[in-house]
């Protein structure tokens, strides 16, 4: 059974950096591509940004873009989040997924098909 495990959350000040990691293990794990979401308490899980492995395409949600960056390795079925510039509004739990499909939705939660357990990032002011 594939399993998702995220690494490298924390508590940092407001415009500082962390980096976040994901690795996956444990049977056959083949996907078009793999993403970051992140869940606020009493808000709704939210797409961060996604990488599709042909082209090593990049998506990002507006509110990260130019201040976090994704990257990964398909060989190695890994993908990692650099944030940086970190406001108080990016706390949350970060979630790594990864999809199968190439096309269709890739903001939508409901078009990966692997979760890590998430991650806690909270910044402070």
């Known amino acids: 059974q594939v399993q998702l495990v995220e690494s490298g959350g924390g508590l940092v000040q407001a415009g500082g950096s962390l980096r976040l990691s994901c690795a996956a293990s444990?049977?056959?794990?083949?996907?078009?591509?793999m993403g970051w979401f992140r869940q606020a308490p009493g808000k709704d899980r939210e797409f961060v940004a996604a990488?599709?492995?042909?082209?090593?395409?990049?998506y990002y949600a507006d509110s990260v873009k130019g201040r976090f960056t994704i990257s990964g390795d398909n060989a190695k079925n890994t993908v990692n989040l650099q944030m940086s510039s970190l406001k108080p509004e990016d706390t949350a739990v970060y979630y790594c997924?990864?999809?199968?499909?190439?096309?269709?939705?890739?903001?939508?939660?409901?078009?990966?098909?692997?979760w890590g357990q998430g991650t806690q990032v909270t910044v402070s002011s």
């Open positions: 444990g049977g056959t794990f083949r996907t078009a591509g």
């Open positions: 997924a990864g999809r199968a499909r190439v096309f269709g939705d890739w903001v939508a939660g409901s078009g990966y098909d692997y």
């Open positions: 990488i599709w492995w042909i082209g090593s395409r990049a």
